[in-house]
């Protein structure tokens, strides 16, 4: 006698029931029928329901409200939208820039479009959102695994733009601050402090966007006499896309540079992290802004004084996808899998960016 395997009752089901949402049986919204009602109808056990109901909430068709039951997400990419946008960020992130955000949402208000913000510590709290047949999306602060929304990745093509850093999918519009002007005001502002050899911490080289970012800084590097092997030996990386962020690690990889390659640079470009990386200079005896120069990309979790700050214009972002949104809502055209690049502010320093803050509230 042949057995029909788990595995291929699962896949089945998972089909079938696919099929179903596809077709409209269930539109977007809608409660998913229950297990228990699943099993009597496909005489199927609990086992195979429940890991073809769960694989179908992996792939974004479905949302699990914990306690009440699945509901649909599913959005084919035809659906027409209205002039509705999601603001989606983390709690931590909305935090530091407060002030943008409500510039953003006034912006938008001002030309018609109804704005919902949405703050969480977890995308994938806002699965329906992100799915919503007629809104559009703004993501700032998360990194998004796609393939938890395979099923509607049609739907997200047209919808959805990142903000801040590359989207991760090809298919998704990326607004970006320009890594070449970044790198540029940041080496023509140590060389106004007659500061030439300086070194770059990235926080993942591997990342594209990071590749940017040392690829211009190699080129101006260069430019300003400085040798390959100094560059090779002046790049630092913080590894956070495979190790923690503990301040215990990066403190002690901030000691440990200090004594070797960072010995003998003028300033130092950083990712982030400038408590942990002043505090480690304190150790080490070493003077900022005297002996070492900083400038951090972008805002900081805790501005520090004597340290400068390269305004990554987070105002322009949002005034571009502003722009990018009005003009796929009036044409519903889009151009897929493509980069903006924002300029950057300049540089400030602590107390101007407390006092810019003080004014923006």
């Not at 931590?92 to 407060?98: A, D, F, I, L, S």
């Not at 699965?127 to 938890?148: C, G, K, M």
């Not at 047209?158 to 970006?176: A, E, K, M, Y």
Request: net charge positive; glycine share 6%.
């Amino acid at each position: 006698m042949n057995r029909v395997s788990k595995n291929v009752k699962r896949s089945k089901l998972k089909s079938a029931l696919e099929k179903r949402i596809r077709n409209g049986e269930y539109p977007f919204g809608s409660r998913f029928p229950g297990l228990k009602d699943l099993i009597r109808e496909y005489d199927a056990s609990y086992v195979t329901v429940n890991k073809a109901v769960k694989l179908l909430a992996d792939e974004g068709y479905l949302r699990c409200r914990p306690g009440i039951g699945y509901f649909v997400c599913y959005t084919g990419p035809d659906t027409a939208a209205r002039r509705k946008v999601n603001l989606i960020s983390s709690m931590v992130y909305y935090g530091k820039h407060r002030s943008i955000f409500r510039c953003a949402q006034k912006l938008f208000e001002d030309h018609g479009w109804e704005v919902k913000l949405l703050l969480g510590r977890d995308l994938y709290e806002f699965t329906e959102q992100l799915s919503a047949p007629d809104a559009y999306s703004v993501i700032t602060a998360f990194n998004v695994n796609w393939e938890r929304f395979s099923a509607t990745i049609g739907h997200m093509v047209h919808r959805t733009l990142v903000l801040g850093h590359l989207s991760g999918n090809p298919d998704i519009t990326s607004i970006i601050c320009d890594e070449y002007e970044s790198i540029r005001q940041c080496m023509d502002h140590f060389t106004a402090l007659d500061k030439k050899k300086i070194a770059l911490i990235c926080s993942n080289p591997q990342s594209e966007l990071e590749s940017l970012r040392i690829a211009a800084w190699r080129s101006l590097s260069h430019g300003a006499g400085l040798s390959q092997e100094w560059t090779m030996d002046h790049l630092f990386s913080l590894d956070l896309g495979h190790q923690s962020d503990s301040g215990q690690r990066l403190s002690g990889l901030f000691r440990k540079w200090f004594r070797a390659g960072l010995k003998d640079a003028d300033g130092v470009i950083l990712p982030g992290f400038s408590s942990l990386f002043l505090s480690s200079c304190r150790e080490e005896k070493i003077s900022v802004p005297e002996d070492l120069a900083v400038t951090v990309i972008g805002s900081d979790d805790k501005p520090q004084q004597n340290v400068f700050f390269l305004d990554n214009n987070l105002a322009g972002h949002f005034q571009y996808a502003f722009e990018l949104l009005e003009k796929r809502f009036k044409s519903n055209r889009i151009e897929p899998g493509s980069w903006h690049f924002c300029n950057p502010l300049g540089i400030r320093m602590f107390a101007q960016t407390t006092a810019r803050r003080k004014a923006e509230k």
